[in-house]
C-alpha cells in the first residue's frame, strides 16, 4: 500500500491530536459539552505544534527528499508562520460560518443528546485558529505558561469557559492603555456566531 504525504501528514496529525487529549480531554476535561471546544481547539493547535516540530527535525536531517516531500503542506501548518496557518484553518471555518444552522464554539447544550451535534469538523478548525490568533497576541512563552497553568491547577478536574479565561488572565499583562486584558479580543470569536461584521459609521 503506497502512502501519499498527505496521507503521512494527516496520520501524523492524528497521533499527536489523540496524545493531546491524554491531557486536554482526559486528564482536563470540559465541566459539560457547552465547554468541548476547549479540549477540540487546543489538541488541534498542539497537533499543528507538534507537526512544526517535526518539519524542522526534517530540514535538519540528511534526508533532505523526505523534508522538500512535506515542506509545501506543513508550511501552512508551523506555529511559526501564524498568518498562513491562522488563515488556512480560518477559511475552513469561514464556510460553515455562512450557515445559519451553524452554532459558535460556546454554545449551550441542555442533554447528552444535543452534544452529539457539536461534534464536528467546525470546532477544531475555528478553535485552532482562535488558539493561533491568541499565541499572536500574547507571545508564544505566554501562552505556553497559560496551557501549563491550566493542566497544572486543573489535572483530573473540570474546566468551564470561565476558568479558561481566568487562568490566562492571571499571567497575562494588558496590552493597551484601557488596562483590557488581550482575550476581550478574542472571547467574541468564542461566543458568537457567524461572519465578523464591519459597521462604518458616518460622522457629521
Known sequence: MTYSTLDWLNQCNNHFTFSAHVWFGNYVTQRWW????????????????????????????????????????????????????????????????????????????????????????????????IMIYLEYIVGRQTMITGLKKIVKDFGYKNIAFEEFRTTFESILQPVNQDKKSPLVYVEPFITNQGMNKLELVKII
Not at 540528511?62 to 488563515?87: A, M, N, P, W
Not at 444552522?101 to 451535534?117: F, G, I, K, Y
Open 34 to 129: 457547552n465547554d468541548l471546544w476547549i479540549k477540540e481547539s487546543i489538541s488541534t493547535y498542539l497537533a499543528a505544534d507538534c507537526l512544526a516540530g517535526l518539519a524542522e527535525k526534517f530540514r535538519n536531517s540528511s534526508d533532505s527528499v523526505i523534508y522538500t516531500l512535506i515542506q509545501k503542506e506543513i508550511q501552512l501548518l508551523r506555529l511559526g508562520q501564524i498568518c498562513q496557518h491562522f488563515t488556512e484553518l480560518k477559511s475552513m471555518a469561514f464556510l460553515r460560518e455562512q450557515f445559519e444552522h451553524n452554532h459558535p464554539l460556546l454554545t449551550e447544550c441542555e442533554d447528552v443528546h444535543q452534544a452529539e451535534s457539536l461534534y464536528d469538523d467546525f470546532l477544531p478548525q475555528k478553535g485552532s485558529a
